[in-house]
């Protein structure tokens, strides 16, 4: 018999609309890929070469559990030069993407039937991660009026005593948003008590930022555990590397739970992080530059369209389009679009009850692809209409 957590785990809708976009394309149909989350550029040359000369070099063994401790150092370094946020390497731990950072941080912080508090719409994959671990995700609906970013009050009102942590995800995937400065502070101070709960923080999406500053927690508060990873600034999501900065007490036996489930990060891709970190800002720069061009013209094409977006999105690279005027039904929805336009689109059910009624765009693809997309996305609602 599978186990019943196991069995619970739901899938990833945007996976379920890749494989029928793969499929379609096997038959032949050419498919403008607006669904998957991934950065299309290259990884930069730089960090591809590190990561060449680490295996030559013989790092092709088990690291440190915590990883090497020249990426903890230029993870601190890049924290406190971003963010002014001073941490020290012995509250890092490297692990392989940022995906086993948020299973190490549950695992560690949850008993039965604890409570995680997330926004709705979130990524995917949260609910699953804590519920594999006995919690309980508790969500806090966020409003396409306030740019989808939480009400702080709104959380206050969810915390009871088993509340063990805020989730939070800025930028967001799939809004695109940020949380403001005063927000961050104000849910900072929810977690103000030794007692009260933590912030998780998962700042995967820091850097990818076109207007406006994007803020860490750390710079309001160290009640705290920071997720971030290398997969979408640097283009690294097949090299998998990711990290987890955490309150002092917590690393031993986090330390334990990476030891005994995942022993280390991979040496060479660990080498390679050092130099993305290092040598990477030139390749960071024209990505950004880039997306940020894709992101205006995705906007501006999709509120051409018909497409609701009250607030623009400022971070990460998704439009998360409010397509109430099409369906109430997001699954349906992008299904139809994708058989009918070829553009794959994300449903934005996938992303909490919430989300249904939007889809999520990612601009992470050529602005010719994405021109194109809009196009075909065009023609078809004006002949469904
Ligand atoms: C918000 C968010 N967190 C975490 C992840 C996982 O990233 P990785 O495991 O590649 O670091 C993703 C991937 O899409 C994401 O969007």
């Known amino acids: 018999m ?11 809708i945007v996976m379920d609309v890749l494989e029928r976009a793969n499929e379609m394309e096997r038959e032949g ?7 998957v989350g991934e ?22 063994h088990y690291t440190h559990s915590l990883g090497m401790y020249e990426l903890r150092e230029a993870i601190c370094e890049y924290y406190l030069t971003r963010y002014g946020a001073s941490i020290d390497p012995d509250q890092v731990i490297v692990t392989s993407g940022s995906s086993p950072a948020i299973f190490l941080v549950f695992s560690a912080l949850l008993e039965t039937d604890d409570q995680v508090i997330i926004s709705d719409p ?21 409003y396409e009026e306030d740019g989808f970013q939480y009400r702080p009050e709104s959380i206050k009102e969810k915390i009871t005593s088993k509340t063990r942590a805020i989730f939070i995800n800025s930028p967001s995937n799939p809004t695109g948003n940020l949380l403001s400065e005063s927000r961050m502070t104000a849910i900072a101070d929810l977690a103000g008590e030794p007692d009260s709960p933590f912030i998780v923080s998962d700042e995967i999406y820091q850097g990818l930022v076109y207007e406006g500053k994007d803020h860490s927690i750390l710079e309001f508060t160290d009640r705290a555990f920071v997720l971030n990873g290398f997969s979408k600034l640097y283009a690294m999501t097949g090299l998998r590397l990711g990290y987890v900065i955490a309150p002092r007490p917590f690393i031993r036996p986090m330390q334990k739970l990476q030891q005994n489930f995942f022993i280390s990060a991979n040496a060479m891709v660990q ?10 800002g030139d390749d960071v720069a024209r990505m950004k530059n880039t997306y940020n061009k894709r992101r205006r013209f995705m906007i501006d094409r999709l509120k051409q369209i018909g ?17 109430r005027h099409l369906s109430e039904d997001s699954y349906k929805l992008a299904f139809e679009i ?5 553009v794959g689109v994300a449903p ?8 249904e009624g939007y889809l999520r765009f990612s601009y992470a693809n050529s602005l010719e692809n994405i021109a194109e997309g809009m196009d075909r996305l065009q023609k078809y609602l004006e002949g469904r209409a």
Do not use: W
Request: proline letters at 6%; aromatic letters at 10%.
């Open 307 to 323: 497409f609701g977006i009250t607030i623009e999105p400022t971070g990460a690279f998704y439009v998360f389009a409010n397509a």
């Open 271 to 280: 080498k390679a992080g050092i130099a993305a970190l290092k040598e990477a």
């Open 348 to 355: 934005g059910i996938d992303f909490g009850s919430n989300g």
């Open 338 to 342: 994708l058989e009918n336009a070829h």
């Open 39 to 60: 950065p299309d550029f290259d990884t930069p040359s730089c960090v591809k070469e590190a990561a060449c000369r680490a295996l030559e070099d013989g790092h092709t």
């Open 2 to 12: 599978i186990s019943k957590r196991t069995s619970e785990m739901t899938s990833f």
């Open 29 to 35: 149909v050419d498919i403008i890929h607006l669904e």
């Open 122 to 142: 979130h990524y995917a994959c949260y609910p699953n991660f804590i519920k594999f671990v006995q919690g309980q995700p508790v969500t806090v609906p966020v």
